[in-house]
Structure formats: structure tokens, C-alpha cells
């Protein structure tokens, strides 16, 4: 047969290939491993950060970087390195930083692209050379802030223990897939795109190939070239056995 045109599949996490009451199946697990054989990357795009993804991708055997934070960053796990990180507005960051009620305890660390810096929270409105933000954690070791998502916060709030990631909400997918593209210098209509939610809108439309699965959100269906399988039925597997020839098109689609 002749080669794929596609050389990377892109896969959505929550609701795509796992939930709350399914773990990843070995279907999903061995569909990863025929593509890598096969010449063709997989990795994910999720709404999870580095903290929340990383056993998920060590499971399928994922080594390309991942893209995260809905798109605000790029993550090599294998190398355990941020690859990029949608910069922060600091006159944003500043004014959300400032509203909190917040000890002198607490600790703002921040990713400049090279090194990690850190300051006191209160010693933070007063620094001039602030440089670049591609990566913020707070380290809160008397747990007293108290932060939550909200539809008027400027970030998706991720926590471990004692520490706690900022990441900005106007990043997407898209934009994360594009720029993981550039790093991996492929295009991205080389790219299979699977999601299931709202939030993997621009993912499957910055593809060459976007697919959603049956029960996904109904702007995600309307938007998607084809819908497949559920979660249930292991997506991944019938995409896998289609990019490498087993499977036609039309076995992988509940509808076009």
C-alpha cells in the first residue's frame, strides 16, 4: 500500500480515550504502539497540565511532546522540559496576584524560557525586570490561599499538594497543535485530530483530519469531518487500524 499521508495523531484525553469509570484500555495502549511501528507519532492534547497528565501519557507509551493547559503549553515529558508556554500578561498577573489574600509566605515561581526565578508574593508588584512568563506556580507552603476556577479568573488553576499552576484561559488547542507542528516540523494537514468536548474545537479544525466520537458535544459533531466511535469502543483503535491501511474510512465512521 502506499505510505500515510499523516504522520502524526493527535488524541483529546478526558471523554476520548478514559473517564471517571474507564481506564485506557489495552485496545487504545496497543493501537499507540502499532502506530509508533509504523512510522506515525501519537501524543495528546488536553485540558490537563504537566502534574494531571503525565502518568496518563507514560501508560500509552507516549513520547512526543504533549500539548497541554488547552494549548498553553507544550510539554516533553520524556525530557521532562517545557517546550513552550503561552506567555503571561504581567499587567494581568499582577493585578490577579494582587487581589489575593495572601501571607508574605507565599512564593510566586516563574519559568522565563531558560531558568526558573522566584520571589515573594509581596516582593513580586515591585520587581521591574520580570522578563518572560511561560510557566507560573505558586508554592503555598501553609495552604493558605484559597483559588478556584471561575468563569471571571484569568486561569485554569491545577494543584498539588502545596503548589499550585496558573495557566492562561485564552490559550486553545489549535494554537497548541500548530505550534507543536512547528517544533516537530510537520504540517498540519499531515495531522489526525480526535476530541470529544467544546474545548477540542479548534484541535480538530486546525487538523487535516478532524474527528470527534459519538456522544461528543454537538458543535464538536457539527464541526468534525467525520464522527467515530464512543470512548467505550476505543476511538484510537479504529483510527490506528485505518492509518495503517487494515481498516477502511468508512468502517472507522458512525457518520460523515
Known sequence: MDRSPF????T???????????AISQETKRAVALLQTRGIGVTVATGRNAWEAQSLVVELGI???????????IYDFAAQRLLHGKGFCQKTLRA?????????SVEIHW???????????????????LGLMQRVILSDPENTLDLADSPVCPYWIFRRGRLT?????EANKGAGLLMLCSL???????????????NDLELIRTAGVGLAVVGGHPELLEAARAVTVPMECHPVEKIAQWLVGKTPWERIVMRR
Open 7 to 10: 504522520r502524526l495523531l493527535v
Open 12 to 22: 483529546d484525553i478526558d471523554g476520548t480515550v478514559c473517564g471517571p469509570n474507564q
Open 63 to 73: 513520547t512526543i511532546p504533549a500539548i497541554l493547559a488547552n494549548g498553553a503549553q
Open 96 to 104: 490577579f496576584l494582587g487581589s489575593l489574600a495572601a501571607p508574605g
Open 111 to 129: 519559568f522565563d524560557g531558560a531558568a526558573w526565578r522566584r520571589s515573594s508574593l509581596t516582593e513580586f508588584g515591585e520587581l521591574q525586570d
Open 165 to 169: 499552576e496558573l495557566t492562561p484561559k
Open 184 to 198: 516537530l516540523n510537520i504540517a498540519p494537514q499531515e495531522v489526525v485530530a480526535l476530541g470529544n468536548d467544546l
